[in-house]
């Protein structure tokens, strides 16, 4: 079970990823069950059991608001991500409730196009899994760098 699992996990990653990387950010909060959580933080702050992070959302409306902020009132240089994600590594799969861990790194590419890797680091997920349906019940994601870049607007 654990090896399908980490095949269906594997599969979620590349359909987010794409998602992301093609530009089609009003579709990203959907991979997320209603009442979730999504943060994005360092890993000196995930080690050390800090909650804030530079992005912290705890439902699925929060993220639609953020996309909504990214279309229509944020103003910033226009980039564009591409995600390098490894195979995930199944950390529990019990009762419909899948923890994994996964590494990944995004690109930035510039509207003239220099590149950049802009963030690398892990997502520690919790999936809820019903009836082959996969959503991400909370999606931590821990950058190795404390370093954070200012122009943090495209969800990782």
């Known amino acids: 079970m654990t090896q399908d699992m ?17 530009g089609d950010y009003e579709d990203w909060p959907y991979f997320f069950v209603e009442d979730c959580k999504y943060v994005v ?14 992005i912290w959302a705890d439902s699925q409306a ?3 608001d953020r996309i909504t902020a990214l279309r229509q009132a944020n103003i910033y240089e226009f980039h ?13 799969d019990e009762d419909g409730e899948v923890r994994s861990e996964t590494s990944f790194m995004v690109v930035r590419i510039t509207r003239d196009g ?6 690398v680091g892990r997502y520690l997920d919790h999936y809820q899994v019903s009836d082959g349906n996969i959503k991400i019940k909370e999606r ?9 870049d200012t122009l943090l607007v495209i969800p990782l």
């Open 62 to 64: 929060m993220l639609i």
């Open 41 to 54: 933080t360092s890993d000196r702050n995930h080690r050390e059991g800090l909650e804030a992070g530079i």
């Open 114 to 119: 220099p590149m950049d890797v802009f963030a």
């Open 140 to 148: 931590i994601v821990v950058c190795d760098s404390s370093h954070f």
């Open 80 to 92: 564009k991500y591409r995600h390098i994600i490894s195979h995930p590594y199944i950390l529990s």
């Open 6 to 22: 980490s095949l269906l996990i594997a599969k979620q990653h590349v359909v987010y990823a794409r998602c992301i990387d093609n």
